[in-house]
């Protein structure tokens, strides 16, 4: 079985306007499903995180050290 011509391309001739709206639609399926996959990692991150910090248990804060009050300056005559 050879080949043909025909096999390979399509004879009719596509406008330009058919050919831009071929373009505008795969542009626009390639964003939504980009959007769709970055929404959903969005969510999983946002969900990992929240589990994160009720797994986490709250630190106490560090108790604040007093300062001792400062040694008197003594007068030496």
Do not use: C, W, Y
Request: charge should be positive; avoid cysteine; glycine fraction near 2%.
């Amino acid at each position: 079985m050879t080949a043909t011509k025909g096999e390979f391309f399509n004879p009719a001739k596509l406008s330009s306007r058919d050919k831009a709206e071929a373009t505008d639609h795969t542009a626009r399926a390639i964003i939504a499903a980009e959007a769709s996959a970055r929404d959903k990692k969005t969510e999983k991150l946002k969900a990992l995180r929240l589990q994160q910090e009720a797994e986490a248990a709250p630190e106490a804060a560090p108790a604040k050290k007093r300062r001792s009050p400062a040694k008197a300056a003594v007068k030496r005559p």
